[in-house]
């Protein structure tokens, strides 16, 4: 964010401005010497802010997260450093795994700019990490960020929204600090902004208010976070660059990566050099008829495997007695992958595949390992369980690793209404 | 909260006092074999004491199935809320 007079963002500036200042106070007695030296501090200070420029965008780089996967959802992000004249750092997005499969979305931008903005971006982004991670909600997570804004960290103030998604509820949950509304991609419509309560940047007022809206997102939506280098610009005040961002958005394509790039392209087409722009676009896939997944052996990589096969079987029209059945069995046989990895290949992954055909769903977990003795009590009742609870368990063993199908047809929404 | 992590909490806590243990599964959103398998093992140890375990299953909890097909029955008594589990206990009470 660049809201602050020329100069008075970075110090590597300086050197620059006192050197061309001696040269022209030096008057007459300019000899070669003296020409030739303010020249080398003019390239040794052009260096420095070039050092400092590359320091910080390294730096804000590398804090950008990697986006996780989560079922049901697709992302993309960018980042961009500013033009020439302005400078890196401040602009953050986050994607943060939530219990219960969703998602919270973190998006904003700290006034300043250089090593110093990127630093502290690092804090900010952490305290909204921890703040996601207690599953609260997104006003309250403001609140929070406002409180440790203003007391807990020096610096100028920072707009933020904080977005929970709800790939299973088709919702999106959120609040705004300051910071511009996302814009929202719903097939075969004109793009709209969501609409959000205005509140103040964090770190302006003691007892902000932060109001939270939800809106629900149809499959295929996309929902299009932004920081303001992306509606702001020299000549461009907000109010215009947004209109200028929806209407450039207009039959752009709904998938991430694309939508992205479309972003960026119009951009640069509208304007020359801008602020830092940073942008997330995160959107709730289609109901496939498929389901791969590819999990580490840990244990912890069955609790996402419970989400994303849940989320598929709700998606196949399974009941909740269905998908809760099929979970366990489907545990059962992720549980054995994850059990008997090899110490050697202890980071070998499993994969799990799920399909769907007609009433039938088949489930299959595949590892390179060896099934475990079923003298063992637990697999042992493991793969009891499995039998009940599935019409079908086939179990395949072979040199290069052990494979799992399960089968059952579900009983349809009909024969439900049925049984009672 | 896994089986792991409520066996370390349990152990710490259990005593030889008292007709029973009663763990209200209400809010458990996945039991597995590997939680089932702890039951039966904390039902054991209880009754090694003259102690009872108690399950609190909502009636139309999905896991009730999975903990049917298991024979939970043969080592710990099931009711639908704390309120039934508590007065089954005293109930049985020696």
């Known amino acids: 964010m660049n809201l602050e007079p020329e100069g008075t963002g970075s110090e590597a500036s300086a050197p620059v401005a006192d050197g061309s200042a001696e040269e022209s106070g030096g008057g007459a007695d300019v000899g070669g010497t003296l020409v030739g030296a303010t020249l080398d501090a003019i390239k040794a200070a052009a260096a420095r802010v070039e050092v400092e420029r590359h320091l910080a965008e390294t730096l804000q780089r590398n804090l950008l997260p990697r986006l996780p996967e989560i079922p049901g959802l697709r992302f993309a992000a960018r980042y961009r450093p500013g033009g020439a004249e302005t400078e890196v750092g401040g602009d953050w997005y986050d994607a943060i795994v939530l219990r219960s499969g969703r998602l919270g979305i973190v998006i904003g931008d700290v006034v300043g700019r250089g090593v110093e903005a990127a630093a502290r971006m690092a804090h900010l982004q952490s305290a909204v990490r921890v703040y996601a991670l207690e599953d609260l909600r997104p006003a309250v997570v403001l609140e929070r960020m406002n409180g440790f804004v203003l007391e807990g960290e020096r610096g100028g103030m920072v707009t933020l929204i904080y977005a929970i998604v709800d790939p299973d509820a088709n919702t999106m949950r959120m609040a705004t600090a300051g910071h511009p509304p996302p814009l929202i991609f719903r097939p075969n419509e004109e793009p709209t902004f969501a609409e959000t309560t205005a509140a103040s940047p964090l770190g302006v007022t003691r007892f902000p208010v932060y109001e939270e809206s939800v809106m629900i997102l149809e499959p295929e939506s996309t929902a299009l976070f932004y920081t303001d280098g992306l509606v702001e610009g020299p000549g461009l005040p907000l109010g215009e660059g947004l209109d200028d961002l929806r209407r450039a958005s207009e039959g752009n394509p709904l998938e991430p990566d694309a939508l992205c790039h479309a972003i960026l392209g119009s951009v640069d087409a509208r304007a020359g050099s801008r602020d830092d722009q940073a942008l997330l676009a995160v959107q709730l896939k289609p109901a496939g008829e498929t389901l791969d997944l590819t999990l580490s052996p840990q244990p912890d990589s069955l609790t996402s495997m419970r989400h994303a096969v849940a989320h598929w079987l709700r998606a196949a029209d399974a009941s909740e007695d269905e998908v809760y059945e099929m979970l366990v069995a489907c545990g059962e046989a992720c549980a054995n992958a994850v059990a008997h990895a090899h110490p050697a290949t202890s980071d070998a992954p499993f994969e799990l595949h799920a399909r769907r055909r007609d009433a039938e769903i088949a489930i299959t977990v595949s590892d390179t390992g060896r099934w475990r003795a079923s003298g063992q009590e637990r697999s042992g009742r493991g793969l009891a369980l499995m039998r009940e609870l599935m019409d079908d368990v086939d179990i395949g063993r072979g040199p290069d690793g052990t494979t799992v199908t399960i089968r059952r047809r579900l009983r349809g929404p009909a024969a439900r209404e049925e049984s009672p | ?94």
Request: glycine content about 6%; overall charge negative; hydrophobic content about 45%.
């Open chain 2, 1 to 94: 909260m896994t089986a792991l992590e409520l066996r370390d909490g349990l152990s710490r806590r259990l005593t030889n006092v008292g007709p029973g243990l009663i763990l209200d599964l209400s809010e458990a959103t996945y039991l597995d074999s590997a939680g089932i398998e702890f039951l039966f093992d904390l039902a054991r140890r209880l009754r090694t004491s003259g102690q009872r375990l108690c399950l609190v299953v909502p009636a139309r909890a999905p896991m009730r199935r999975v903990l049917d097909l298991c024979d939970i029955d043969e080592i710990a008594s099931m009711d639908v809320t704390v309120d039934a589990a508590v007065e089954g206990l005293h109930e049985h009470a020696p």
